[in-house]
């Protein structure tokens, strides 16, 4: 399953996915060995490749005819794409979408070929050994359409308030596939009132946007409470009749920055929620949609009502849910603790704005996400770093501007970056790496920021905040690494935020145990990040009830 709802009515599409393909090797001792796995999957949950790091390849006939395209929602992490024995497209990052096209299909049965690689290597800025896995295979939906002599690439979607109502700013991507121009007219209907009718000539070969404000009123709000979602559609047709079609949803809400607060719909709004690894036990990144609704499932039980996507983009199924559910989303591009030589990899800028370039397109309709992020702890008190910062931050502006900005800092008073995003963000992690108490540490640096940088007077958010615990390990003398003692600091933790003036909420670290990179091991016991509120199994430890208790104690708004 790729989305939650029917993408197309009229164009024709497959998905590969979700079935039997064959997985080789292309290294080692078991090279060309082949295996059944079900796609999407990754090859660390089969039994003799938990360690495997090198090529692999996927393997899957389908039947079709004429001009095809490919749409793979996630690759880990570097991918070669060959259709009958021709590579047709390559694509760098995981956690990205991407796609091919190939023309001139002969009627009959043909053969796609995934060659996954998860090495890591100078070439990789962003898949770096790390305090997360970073997993092979073919991690996300695979689907085949079949395309007439043009399609509609993307609708995106951004509501805007106005004095009037709302507003819709749409544009609407369609590509000619043909040799020659094509007449054609394009359909645009928000939930089946027609907003844009119009004829068009599609120039041979070539993409055309149209970019349109439309004027809609009235309409009914997004929001935790009640996230209601309108379908989009459009279409495009000729004289035989309409022959292609897209369809996504969007909602309508205002999230905005006003002073020290986060508006939500014109609410102060108060963040309770969890940073979280697409990561399972099982199922490795390529968790399957009950996985994923279970987790949200028990983020709801514990009074959350926020996500963070550390430290990648999710698959776009996750973001379904959240739509419809509610549930707030902090997204943010790929990028985790790189140090200033790390940055300085001749191929960390281009990767990591093709990141924020595939990101923001794929997912802006999605009214869950009220916040992009970008570089998690990466070298933000360095000039080179501040540049980096500031042309990623400009890139997200030039594609959306209708939701603030962020990164998660970990630079104790060193951080230069403030004055570029709309909001300060800050992991720490007091009574776990140091010994302070959490209350003077925070208020510490939050009169730091308020009085030493251009953070000054902008929206405070605690994005990474936890202690570690080993599940099942349990003693009176609460020593670290006791559920016991996980329990008392989350609870000290989440107290000392939602008191701190100026603070907007907080995203605990982490909501489950995940496995890290085996070549980063550092001091993770089991070669796991062991800070999560539940194990990697999902089961419980006794900071649960803490985070609960304290979770449901706070509203979803904080008072005027």
Request: charged content about 25%.
């Amino acid at each position: 399953m790729v989305r939650m709802f029917a993408v197309n009515e009229i164009r024709k599409t497959t998905e590969l996915s979700g079935s039997l393909w064959e997985f080789s090797p292309c290294m080692g001792e078991l090279a060309g060995k082949t295996y059944p796995v079900v796609v999407p999957c990754c090859w660390e949950s089969l039994p003799e490749f938990s360690a495997y790091r090198g090529i692999g390849v996927f393997k899957k006939q389908f039947q079709a005819k004429g001009t095809i395209r490919l749409i793979f929602k996630g690759v880990s992490h570097t991918a070669r794409i060959v259709v009958d024995g021709n590579t047709v497209g390559t694509h760098y990052n995981a956690f990205t979408p991407f796609s091919v096209i190939v023309k001139d299909l002969e009627p009959g049965t043909h053969t796609l070929e995934v060659y996954a690689d998860n090495r890591f290597s100078p070439e990789s800025a962003l898949h770096v050994p790390n305090d997360y896995m970073s997993y092979g295979g073919v991690s996300r939906g695979v689907v085949l359409e079949e395309l007439q002599d043009a399609f509609v690439e993307s609708i995106q979607a951004v509501p805007v308030k106005t004095e009037d109502g709302w507003n819709v700013k749409a544009a609407v991507k369609m590509r000619s596939v043909a040799k020659e121009d094509k007449n054609v007219h394009l359909t645009v209907k928000l939930d089946n009132t027609v907003c844009i009718s119009q004829d068009l000539v599609l120039k041979a070969g070539q993409e055309e946007v149209l970019e349109k404000e439309l004027h809609v009123g009235e309409a009914e709000i997004w929001s935790p409470e009640s996230p209601r979602l309108y379908e989009i559609s459009a279409s495009l047709s000729d004289g035989k009749g309409v022959f292609d079609d897209l369809k996504d949803r969007m909602g309508f809400r205002e999230i905005r920055i006003e002073g020290k607060d986060i508006l939500l719909n014109g609410k102060k709004l108060r963040i309770k929620g969890f940073c979280r690894h697409e990561d399972h036990p099982m199922y490795a990144c390529a968790l399957p949609l009950a996985a994923m609704e279970q987790d949200l499932q028990i983020m709801k039980d514990l009074g959350a009502n926020a996500v963070r996507t550390s430290h990648y983009p999710n698959d776009e199924l996750f973001l379904d849910l959240c739509d419809e559910q509610g549930v707030l989303v902090w997204e943010e591009n790929h990028a985790r603790g790189l140090s200033l030589e790390q940055m300085q990899n001749p191929h960390f800028e281009e990767q990591a704005e093709a990141c924020i370039e595939e990101m923001i397109p794929a997912h802006i309709n999605h009214p869950s996400i009220i916040i992009w992020g970008i570089l998690n702890e990466c070298a933000s008190e360095t000039e080179y770093g501040y540049e980096c910062y500031k042309k990623q931050y400009d890139l997200i502006r030039s594609l959306d501007d209708s939701r603030p900005r962020s990164s998660a800092s970990c630079k104790f008073k060193t951080d230069i970056c403030f004055g570029l995003p709309e909001i300060v963000s800050y992991n720490i992690y007091p009574e776990w790496y140091h010994d302070t108490p959490v209350k003077e540490y925070l208020q510490d640096l939050y009169n730091w920021v308020q009085t030493d940088t251009e953070g000054k007077g902008k929206p405070f958010l605690i994005t990474e905040i936890g202690a570690g615990a080993i599940y099942g390990y349990r003693t009176p003398t609460e020593c670290k690494w006791s559920e016991e003692y996980q329990a008392k600091t989350l609870r000290h933790q989440i107290q000392a935020v939602m008191e701190q003036e100026g603070c907007s909420g907080i995203f605990i670290w982490q909501y489950c145990d995940v496995r890290i990179s085996f070549e980063w091991f550092s001091t993770r016991p089991r070669t796991m990040n062991n800070k999560g509120v539940v194990d990697e199994y999902r089961r419980r430890k006794l900071s649960y009830d803490v985070v609960k208790e304290l979770f449901h104690s706070y509203g979803n708004y904080r008072e005027s």
